[in-house]
T-cell receptor
Framework: DQQVKQNSPSLSVQEGRISILNCDYTNSMFDYFLWYKKYPAEGPTFLISISSIKDKNEDGRFTVFLNKSAKHLSLHIVPSQPGDSAVYFCAASWIEGGKLIFGQGTELSVKP | EPEVTQTPSHQVTQMGQEVILRCVPISNHLYFYWYRQILGQKVEFLVSFYNNEISEKSEIFDDQFSVERPDGSNFTLKIRSTKLEDSAMYFC?????????FGSGTQLSVL
């Protein structure tokens, strides 16, 4: 039952360029979408979120776009930095602060 | 910044043994969660806990699992009789009705 899917297991980007991580979901009742970043041997760290009533949320170098009709969201990182190299998890929730359903993760590698 | 603390960071146990994984959530949070991640797989929801009782649990969270908030600060996950397939990274999380904050995890290895 993969309600949240990240179809790209890995992504490699040159430093300074844009990283685009994608996520699809199947449950139209999700109301909040979040991106978490995870380094090895650490827990997921919140990065950015978006409510279903919005289509864009921006925080510094990070922007999340939501396309409800396509049930698709994406995370843009620009410019990408080597320190951004980590696994990025897309997650969805029915209520803010509630149980999260995670995607499989995309491992981002930003090369100098 | 306040953080969720988990102990131990690593736990090795023999199959059939009981283990208790410990978590100290952020102090003013009301919602508590356990998730796990088997190596190479997605982070999976196990159980949520609110107002001193389980609010939701997944099909993974069978009779071998239990959670407790014994003293108002700690939040524990107990596995009564561990199986090989319980080997995973277990994450505790807490929420104050906004985003979830995760601990660094306990790596459980069942031999």
């Amino acid at each position: 039952d993969q309600q949240v899917k990240q179809n790209s297991p890995s992504l490699s980007v040159q430093e300074g360029r844009i990283s685009i991580l994608n996520c699809d979901y199947t449950n139209s009742m999700f109301d909040y979408f979040l991106w978490y970043k995870k380094y090895p041997a650490e827990g997921p760290t919140f990065l950015i979120s978006i409510s279903s009533i919005k289509d864009k949320n921006e925080d510094g170098r990070f922007t999340v776009f939501l396309n409800k009709s396509a049930k698709h969201l994406s995370l843009h990182i620009v410019p990408s930095q080597p320190g951004d190299s980590a696994v990025y998890f897309c997650a969805a929730s029915w209520i803010e602060g509630g149980k999260l359903i995670f995607g499989q993760g995309t491992e981002l590698s930003v090369k100098p | 910044e306040p953080e969720v603390t988990q102990t131990p960071s690593h736990q090795v146990t023999q199959m059939g043994q009981e283990v208790i994984l410990r978590c100290v959530p952020i102090s003013n949070h009301l919602y508590f969660y356990w998730y796990r991640q088997i190596l190479g797989q997605k982070v999976e929801f196990l159980v949520s806990f609110y107002n001193n009782e389980i609010s939701e649990k997944s099909e993974i969270f069978d009779d071998q699992f239990s959670v407790e908030r014994p003293d108002g600060s700690n939040f524990t996950l107990k596995i009564r009789s561990t199986k090989l397939e319980d080997s995973a990274m277990y994450f505790c999380a807490s929420s104050g009705a906004e985003k979830l904050f995760f601990g660094s995890g306990t790596q459980l290895s069942v031999l």
